[in-house]
Each structure stands twice: as C-alpha cells, then as structure tokens.
C-alpha cells in the first residue's frame, strides 16, 4: 500500500470515528459534494450541530481522474517547460469547517462557513512525452462560503458559493489541461451542491 493510500485510509477511518462518537447527538449528517464528480473528485464528509447556530464539518475528498498536465517553471505559464502529458491523476484533499447559522432551525437554512484545506495528488505518467517520470502537487488554503441548507425529510440539499485562497507548495509548477484542477494559486470563485443524509438526531 502507498502511502498515499494509508493517508486516506487513515482519514477515513477518523470521519468514520467522529460519525460513531456523534451519532447520539443532533445529527450527523453524512454528506456527499455532487458537484466534485464532475471532476472526478469522490467527497465523503460529516456535520455535527453543535447549537441552533453552530456546527463542525469534515470532508476527506479523495481525487481519482486522467488528465494532461504541463509543467513550467517559475510562477507562470510560459516559462521554460520542464515536461508534460497524459497521466493518471492520485489524491487526497482534508476539509475542516466551521459553519454560522442565523436563523432559528438548527443545521437549516443560510450559513457562512469558514473553511481550511490541505491537499497532495501524485501524477502518474500514462504517455509522458519528455521531462520528468513523477510529480506531485501540495497545497494549503482557506475559503469563505455563503450557502443554504434545506432538509427534504432525512436527506437535505446544500448549496453554496464564495471565494477560495490557495497556495501552491510543489516544488514545480504547472497547469492541468482543463478549467477543474489544480486550484489555482491566489484568490478565486468557488460554488457546489452537496447532498447529505441526517444519520443520527432530528434536525
């Protein structure tokens, strides 16, 4: 087993833990990011209510997708290229939030919610046409989110926008040949929907 393998066994089993411990409280709820299947990215995560306005949330995303990268040096795209191509795309991204509901239903309606992440991928060479055999991409970052939650019996739809800071701690630069990944070093939009499915307590 890799060890990006036990990486997100390890964080599976941690959101698998918090579920267990919480089940006996408001909640949780297990949740699903929908829009990340667009781009090949599988999101298993929790809510726990903690308060009529308060809640804590994890998502383990684990990222599984072919692309075409390019790798450059320096900061931008047109610097000398160190190598690119096809490659098979491995990663894992970790998502702790803190969520603010202003209304009176607890876990519904409109929140803000503050965001970290941290993140690593390994690109794996399917027709690399020169440079380097492997590379990596690490990166860390925050987001601020604006988002409504609506409860449909047990399950419950989530949607939400804001912006994302990210930054890049590869040692190489580069770009993916599509609009989805990598985040994009710096300040930028961001919007989903999630589906969730409330395991434990009433809402």
């Known amino acids: 087993m890799t060890n990006m393998n036990k990486n997100f066994s390890i964080l599976l089993i941690m959101v698998t833990v918090l579920t267990v411990q919480t089940t006996a409280q408001i909640g949780p709820v297990i949740r699903t990011n929908l829009t990340g299947l667009l781009a090949g990215r599988y999101s298993l995560g929790t809510e726990l209510v903690l308060s009529d306005q308060f809640s804590l949330g994890l998502d383990v995303d684990y990222i599984a997708r072919n692309t075409s990268v390019i790798f450059y040096r320096g900061g931008r795209p047109g610097e000398p290229l160190f190598g690119g191509g096809d490659t098979q795309k491995r990663g894992v991204i970790l998502e702790p939030q803190i969520?603010?509901?202003?209304?009176?239903?607890a876990g519904q309606g409109t929140y803000v919610t503050i965001s970290g992440f941290l993140g690593y991928s390994?690109?794996?060479?399917?027709?690399?046409?020169?440079?380097?055999?492997?590379?990596g991409w690490r990166g860390r970052g925050g987001s601020f989110q604006l988002g409504y939650q609506r409860r449909v019996k047990r399950f419950l739809l989530d949607a939400y926008m804001g912006g994302t800071w990210t930054k890049d701690q590869s040692i190489m630069s580069f770009f993916e040949d599509d609009a989805w990944f990598p985040q994009r070093p710096g300040l930028r939009m961001s919007a989903g929907l999630r589906l969730g499915f409330n395991?434990?307590?009433d809402l």
């Open 99 to 105: 969520r603010w509901y202003p209304g009176k239903t």
């Open 199 to 201: 395991a434990g307590g």
């Open 122 to 135: 390994r690109y794996t060479p399917v027709d690399w046409f020169w440079g380097y055999d492997r590379k």
